[in-house]
């Protein structure tokens, strides 16, 4: 069985005078308990699809899949309610703005004790409630909050963000979810609490089989334990499969052009000052796309064939979307130790 | 929160300190002599006038006045009525209740009313019953009042019979008046009549309730409607969807604490609006408050009536707007922060 399935999912904008897509066919799928990745530059559109998945976005944004199934389960097959009861009893999300995620008039107390799942914990009312507030104190514990009186006590606008983003993450894994979707779950943590957190995301993986998609740009927090990686781009997939086959045959120049314009500090010649790679030019907006291949401007080796749109080829397990895939094993193969 | 109160209180020490010296102003400004508006005492002849002079220190400069002028304020010493020759402090105190009571059940009424519709104005799932609402809002928001209280007594008083049309209570019952307040009077009492009184009193409130209530009721619908909007957007409120919570518990738990903050604050913001307009249905109806007890002052030309009428106006307003900020404080974790460091 599949956790998650998804295929041609498309998210449009929709404005006054006319929609735009944002994210356009991106097919993905996650087996149980599988780390998954999902990188891409900023506005490329992770957020986005993590936010369609657990049923986020307003009514401004259209979300629309062909297919779209959750442990065996349709999605789009299901009555409203029901699917709301399906996503909040399975999936929870870490949030990429975590102050934004937490109700500013109620205290951190009462908001995470409501994450936890209401049929945990019998007995008669008193002990339950106990029973709530030991729970929710070891879950404090678990992302490195020590002091969990005072922000039991403390309301949103007294805590700074990276403890926002702590008790996020415990909020999250609070009901043991089959999926979390970690929306750049370490940004505002400081370097050796973000190290414990990904440690203690690892550590749920294996013992409680949660798959994870960690959502992220830094590609080194990511390569060494995701399973699978799917690289965006500007609203598409453009390319997905097993890590080990993407650190050593990217297909697409984007994934190529990522893994080169990372900083290698393994190789020996560190030191060394050496330009570090780009791709020239920026990401288009969503409002100024090129026609065809969307990396069209910025590609190394556009050719004539990639004013058409790239449709999504296969090749051994690997997805990717580009008329010339590469062929060459990259350059830099330290990928493959870190 | 002490640096709250310190803030606030400094506030309303400017206000006061402006309305008073408004309305000790307006002893110089009004025709009559300066010293008749002051005393409330007409015609002074010759022999008295130096008394009074040195009493209300006329003869010291305008500083010396004003001070004095608030010293007697605060002894409750507020002159007497050019019509009736009787204590206005006591005149005064003996209305305000009636004030007081018809716009606490008016702006219950409209709470009441208006934060459900509003409510459910603001769901997505019925755009026919949002619609609905914001019209019947708009047709209450845009009828002038003292129209819409008389065609109410023409329908529900003259054409049906069911409410009377003026007083607070028929003549026939004779409550004491302890407080001021007739449901706690008249609980109070010991007739044995309690509750035909009662019944008595509910029916003179029901129009002047409802009309007062009609401005707003709509102003309060249409806040709700937009900040239940909102804040149903938000991210925080989507993400305890998510976490599992039930609408009601959604509703309960999050929404209704920070989408009624607007709502609390619009009503402190409406307040004077709404005493604007108990003045008017006060008219209407005969109500015996302040509002009508203050029209009839101006309409005698009892100048020393129209200052105190003025003076409790306006220190009920902002009493009541003080009161709103607190329930808002008390609401807003945000508006309670008092810069401690953070953790
Ligand atoms: N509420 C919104 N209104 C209009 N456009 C939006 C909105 N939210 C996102 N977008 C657009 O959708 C695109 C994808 O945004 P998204 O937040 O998914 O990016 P992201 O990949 O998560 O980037 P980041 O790494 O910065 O989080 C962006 O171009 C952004 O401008
Ligand atoms: S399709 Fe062409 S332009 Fe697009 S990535 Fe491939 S080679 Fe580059
Ligand atoms: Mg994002």
């Known amino acids: 069985m599949r956790l998650l399935d998804i295929r041609n ?3 449009e904008l929709i404005t006054n005078d006319s929609t735009i897509k944002a994210v356009e066919s991106a097919n993905f799928s996650m087996k149980m308990a599988e780390v998954s990745g999902l990188i891409g530059e900023s506005g490329s559109g992770k957020s986005l699809v993590a936010k369609a998945l657990v049923g986020m976005l307003n009514n401004r944004w259209e979300v629309t899949a062909d297919r779209l199934h959750f442990m065996g389960q349709d999605l789009n097959r299901m009555s409203e309610s029901k699917r709301r009861k399906v996503i909040s009893d399975n999936i929870s999300m870490i949030y990429q703005e975590p102050r934004r995620c937490l109700d500013p008039t109620s205290n951190i107390f009462s908001q995470l004790e409501e994450s936890l799942p209401d049929y945990e914990f019998s007995g008669w009312f008193g002990a339950k409630k106990e029973l709530r507030l030991k729970k929710c ?15 039991f006590n403390s309301y949103p606008h007294m805590l700074s963000e990276g403890i926002c983003q702590k008790i996020m993450i415990a909020m999250a894994i609070a009901k043991e979810p089959k999926l979390l979707i970690a929306d750049e779950p370490t940004t505002s943590l400081e370097a050796d609490t973000s190290l414990k957190v990904i ?3 690892k550590s749920l993986n294996q013992l409680k089989e949660m798959g994870v998609i960690f959502i992220t740009h830094n590609l080194f927090s990511i390569t060494s334990w995701a399973d699978s990686i799917n690289v965006m781009y500007c609203g598409q997939l453009i390319e997905s499969g097993l890590t080990k086959n993407i650190i050593n045959s990217p297909k697409h120049p984007y994934t190529k052009a990522l893994f080169d314009s990372e900083p290698d500090f393994n190789s020996r010649d560190a030191n060394n000052k050496q330009k570090l790679y780009a791709l020239k030019g920026t990401i288009p907006t969503l409002q100024h796309l090129p026609i065809g291949c969307r990396l069209g401007p910025r590609c190394p080796n556009a050719q004539r064939a990639c004013v058409k749109m790239p449709e999504q080829q296969k090749v051994k397990g690997q997805f ?19 | 929160m002490l640096n709250y109160f310190y803030r606030k209180l400094s506030l309303l020490f400017f206000i006061t300190f402006g309305v008073t010296v408004f309305v ?8 009559t002599d300066v010293l008749s508006n002051m005393s409330g005492i007409t015609n002074i002849n010759e022999i008295d006038y130096d008394v009074i002079a040195q009493k209300y220190n006329l003869n010291d400069s305008v500083f010396t006045q004003y001070f004095g002028f608030v010293g007697r304020l605060l002894d409750g010493d507020w002159g007497v009525s050019f019509i009736n020759g009787t204590s206005i402090f006591n005149q005064v105190f003996r209305v305000l209740p009636a ?3 018809l716009a606490i059940y008016a702006l219950l009424y409209s709470f009441i009313i208006a934060i459900p519709l509003g409510i459910l104005a603001s769901s997505d799932k019925h755009p026919w019953l949002d619609k609905s609402i914001l019209a019947l809002s708009i047709i209450g928001f845009s009828m002038p009042i003292f129209w819409l209280a008389l065609l109410l007594i023409l329908i529900f008083s003259i054409g049906l019979g069911w409410f009377p049309t003026s007083g607070r209570l028929s003549l026939i019952y004779n409550i004491p008046s302890s407080s001021g307040f007739l449901f706690l009077d008249i609980l109070r009492s010991n007739i044995d009549y309690k509750s035909e009184a009662l019944a008595d009193a509910f029916k003179h409130l029901v129009l002047p309730t409802f009309v007062l209530a009609a401005y707003p009721t ?3 619908i249409r806040t709700t409607r937009q900040s239940m909007k909102d804040v149903m957007n938000t991210s925080y409120v989507k993400a305890a969807k998510i976490k599992g919570l039930t609408s009601g518990q959604l509703l309960r738990r999050h929404g209704l604490r920070n989408g009624l903050l607007p709502v609390i604050q619009m009503l402190g913001i409406h307040f004077g609006t709404v005493i604007t307009l108990a003045i008017v249905t006060e008219v209407i109806f005969a109500w015996p408050g302040i509002g009508s007890w203050l029209v009839d002052a101006i309409h005698q030309r009892d100048y020393p009536a129209i200052q105190g009428g003025l003076l409790v106006i306006s220190g009920m307003v902002f009493v009541a707007t003080i009161l709103f900020d607190l329930l808002y404080m008390i609401f807003d974790p945000l508006a309670r922060r008092h810069g401690h460091g953070k953790i």
């Open chain 1, 199 to 201: 440690k203690l995301l």
């Open chain 1, 137 to 151: 104190i070891r879950l404090l514990h678990k992302v490195g909050i020590k002091e969990h009186e005072k922000v």
């Open chain 1, 9 to 11: 999912l498309n998210i």
């Open chain 1, 320 to 338: 990717f979307r580009c008329h010339y895939p590469l062929q060459q094993k990259p350059l830099n193969n330290n990928w493959k130790k870190a």
């Open chain 2, 218 to 220: 709509t102003v309060l």
């Open chain 2, 24 to 31: 000790f102003s307006l002893n110089y400004l009004f025709p």
């Open chain 2, 99 to 101: 004030t007081i009571e």
